[in-house]
């Protein structure tokens, strides 16, 4: 597996160009220098990649769950052969530490592949008796070609999340992944090629989502659309594809509460909420950006999060010492910069960072921000209402559950919540009475792939995960036999 200056689509088994020939530039974010070239694709090359899966969907489909769970088994084992490669470009490509692609990133690459190439192994459907009567059994059948589009923050993490149950349903795929991380995308595309899938089975399209993400949702023969990103582009690929009717399954943004008892452990609270805060530079749709503490243990709290912040190392991201590397773009930092001008602007006190730092050549052009904490903001102020999705964090007291659940559940998103107690009855009280898809008690992203994952509200519509996810990429078809 190796990366290229100029990235190519991968359409019917074959590397190739835009037909247009364009290309957009691709910036190493801790440098802010221009590294590769992306396609940049269009209407032609959704419809290439289209009649590619169109054609290739017949034999896939009818291909037998065994011989799909050996071709999918192969593709996570050259990811996994080919670590070390997948990770130094995934690093470069989105600014992250080499560390966490390393441990984190394409490690769950290749065990997304695994676990959906497994789980159709085991995958069941209904069966119905009408006693004396009849039998009815449900069919699951593969839809036909889908839509997968994956955003920057984790890209071949959840571009495999929404590719593998896809293909291992039977589906041919037309998939983008983000403009701005497009690198480990184009590297799973040259391990199609080894693992042996078939050509058309999976269709890699690259460029700007109001192009070809565009035509890819608009696209009246792609059946299903499974995305991964922003609350308001989900609102128009919502507005897009619903009226078509389309299956939709629309995973968006987070504004996540993390709740912390005074009968909670401590030591353990402290370290994961500083994972939970600021890991991956905050560009988690999972992270915990709103801390309510109770207020007994608020100041010990605050200066200990505080201490631990200012002791996070921003640099190099291929250092192994590195905690935090770089934001994914400079229109991206700018904007979580902006958060942190407003914050200031509604009453609110920076505790530490909020400013950007400055690197040594050849980074003094990068995208660095040191970790920021503010508090004394109002729980319904924008800075705890708007996504951020940065390393900034606003930090509160509470005085009651009750006054902790109004909190935590004020803002339009609900996608995931912590809670840190030690009071079994009260962690059950608060995960029923939170707006949330995911609650996690005394733990953060602790993740078992079995589980439904997905938000409420404006977090998003529909569940990925598990059965959740062959059930989405799949039709049920009711049989009914009379004897």
């Excluded at 497994?118 to 039998?135: K, R």
């Excluded at 593969?142 to 039977?170: D, R």
């Excluded at 935590?408 to 079994?424: H, V």
Aim: with cysteine.
């Amino acid at each position: 597996m190796s990366p290229d200056k100029y990235i190519k689509n991968y359409i019917n088994g074959a590397l190739v160009p835009a037909i247009s020939g364009a290309y957009i530039n691709n910036i190493n974010p801790a440098t802010g220098k221009v590294y590769s070239h992306i396609p940049d694709s269009d209407a032609e090359d959704v419809q290439r990649a289209y009649e590619a899966a169109e054609r290739a969907f017949p034999q896939w489909s009818k291909l037998g769950i065994q011989k799909r769970f050996r071709i999918l088994n192969r593709l996570a084992d050259i990811i996994e052969q080919n670590l070390e490669a997948f990770a130094k470009a995934e690093s470069i490509d989105s600014g992250k530490p080499l560390r966490n692609a390393m441990t984190i990133d394409i490690p769950r690459a290749h065990q997304n592949i695994r676990f959906f190439a497994t789980a159709i192994l085991h995958f069941s459907s209904e069966s119905h008796h009408m006693e004396g009567n009849a039998i009815n059994f449900t069919l699951r059948q593969p839809i036909g070609v889908v839509g997968c589009i994956s955003p920057w923050n984790l890209p071949l993490y959840l571009f495999t999340w929404k590719i593998a149950p896809a293909l291992a349903t039977g589906n041919c795929v037309v998939a983008k992944p983000s403009e701005v991380t497009p690198m480990t995308a184009y590297l799973l595309a040259q391990a199609c090629t080894e693992a042996g899938l078939p050509p058309g089975v999976l269709n890699i399209v690259h460029g700007r989502g109001p192009k070809a993400g565009q035509h890819i949702v608009e696209h009246p023969k792609i059946k299903a659309i499974s995305f991964t990103g922003g609350t308001n582009t989900g609102k128009h690929i919502a507005a897009t594809a619903a009226p078509m009717f389309k299956k939709l399954s629309l995973e968006l943004g987070g504004k996540n509460p993390n709740i912390i008892f005074a009968d909670c452990d401590f030591d353990k609270m402290i370290a994961t909420t500083l994972k939970s805060s600021f890991s991956n530079n905050g560009q988690i749709c999972l992270c915990g950006s709103r801390v309510y503490v109770e207020r007994s243990i608020y100041d010990r709290f605050k200066e200990e999060l505080v201490k631990r912040t200012q002791s996070l190392e921003v640099g190099d991201p291929a250092n192994s010492l590195t905690d935090m590397g770089a934001m994914v773009s400079e229109s991206h930092m700018e904007k979580v910069m902006s958060y942190v001008k407003l914050a200031v602007e509604e009453g609110g006190t920076i505790l530490c960072g909020g400013e950007k730092v400055n690197m040594k050549a050849p980074f003094d052009e990068g995208y660095f921000m040191r970790p920021t904490v503010i508090e004394g903001l109002p729980y319904n102020c924008r800075t705890n209402q708007e996504e951020i999705f940065g390393p900034v964090v606003t930090i509160s007291p509470f005085d009651t559950e009750e006054e902790a659940l109004e909190y935590a559940n004020s803002t339009d998103y609900g996608l995931s919540s912590t809670i840190w107690t030690s009071d079994i009855s009260r962690a059950n009280r608060m995960a029923e009475a939170i707006h949330a898809g995911i609650v996690w008690v005394n733990c953060w992203l602790l993740r078992d792939l079995r589980t439904p994952f997905g938000g409420v509200k404006n977090s998003g519509v529909g569940r990925e995960g598990g059965l959740e996810a062959l059930r989405f990429f799949t039709e049920p078809k009711n049989v009914c036999i009379k004897y």
